[in-house]
């Protein structure tokens, strides 16, 4: 629940001091938070035991509510890119010259081939499921949207250290939105390793504890001359 508090803190924050509608550029910071740290951050909490809304819910309706989370976000990111996109054009300032610019723009298309791949994940799971194992294919979505959002969690913090943000800000927010921002990178990357990395050897050296009960619960042979 912590989680889902300092994700709307941070929502928030942003709200507060990028005015949302009070300029064409004052929506690229709004959207891009809703989208990185609203939608898609909740819809990669759907799966946790400990932060999950729809902890009641069934397995494959947790999957479409990931899908429609991934969709709104998604569909916030692109929006924010078009106003940063125009804003610069009106202003006549060139496009990609920060490093925040460009980690942004690789951000950005990275997280549409992820949000195309998991589509197609969930569409075309029983035709997959011939060639690759389903649940292979979900570790390796699963990971891939871990590397994804600590992309994502760089690139909005290249954004608390711009110009517009130190200039429309006290000092301590940015420290505040930093530390909230790894914070929440690091929750997603503990879900995503306890899930798939923890997960797998606590089964594999529950499996061999197992098997070494079942030897030693095993008759031993006499051997007879």
């Not at 909005?156 to 301590?172: H, M, V």
Request: charged share 10%; net charge positive.
């Amino acid at each position: 629940m912590v989680a889902h508090i300092f994700s709307l803190a941070f929502i928030a924050v942003i709200a507060l001091f990028s005015v949302p509608g009070s300029s064409l550029f004052s929506w690229h910071p709004f959207l891009m938070t809703i989208g990185y740290i609203g939608f898609l951050f909740q819809a990669i909490l759907v799966f946790s035991r400990e932060s999950c809304l729809f902890s009641d819910l069934k397995h494959k309706n947790k999957i479409n509510i990931h899908w429609i989370l991934n969709a709104l976000g998604v569909f916030s990111i692109l929006i924010a890119y078009a106003a940063i996109y125009y804003h610069k054009e009106d202003i006549q300032k060139p496009h990609l010259k920060t490093w925040h610019g460009t980690v942004g723009i690789i951000t950005i298309f990275y997280t549409i081939v992820q949000f195309i791949a998991g589509h197609n994940l969930t569409i075309f799971n029983f035709f997959i499921r011939k060639f690759v194992k389903y649940q292979s294919l979900c570790m390796y979505h699963a990971t891939s949207g871990t590397f994804l959002y600590v992309l994502a969690c760089l690139s909005i913090s290249l954004g608390i250290y711009s110009n517009w943000f130190s200039e429309s800000t006290p000092f301590y927010v940015g420290y505040l939105c930093f530390a909230i921002t790894a914070m929440l990178g690091l929750i997603v990357t503990n879900q995503v390793t306890a899930k798939y990395v923890t997960g797998k050897l606590y089964m594999a050296s529950q499996k061999a504890v197992l098997k070494q009960q079942q030897k030693k619960s095993q008759p031993t042979k006499i051997k007879t001359k």
